[in-house]
Nanobody, 117 residues
């Protein structure tokens, strides 16, 4: 199985920055997608940023130019650098790993991000 553990969430003022981390352990997939999703109160979970083993990267339009996804392969950790945060960025952020070969998703427990005005 795959285990994903998020960290780095918290309370920040509008215009500030946070960096989320996702430490992955367990099974490693050869063909995969890895990324971040978020869920705001009263809204559906949405893709924030993700990448694939082939190097494809995808960002939500609302975060382009402000958020950056990256990975440290040696540490098996994925990051989400969030700059110029807005109150509408508030929500629970989830780390996701998907096996593209088997179509199976694995999720972390989520970390709360709250942006105050």
């Amino acid at each position: 199985q795959v285990q994903l553990v998020e960290s780095g969430g918290g309370l920040v003022q509008a215009g500030g920055s946070l960096r989320l981390s996702c430490a992955a352990s367990g099974k490693i997939f050869s063909v995969f997608a890895m990324g971040w999703y978020r869920q705001a109160p009263g809204k559906q979970r949405e893709l924030v940023a993700a990448f694939t083993n082939a190097g494809t990267t995808n960002y939500a339009d609302s975060v382009k130019g402000r958020f950056t996804i990256s990975a440290d392969n040696a540490k098996n950790t994925v990051y989400l650098q969030m700059n110029s945060l807005k109150p509408e960025d508030t929500g629970v952020y989830f780390c996701n790993r998907r096996s593209l070969a088997y179509g199976r998703d694995y999720w972390g427990q989520g970390t709360q991000v709250t942006v105050s005005s």
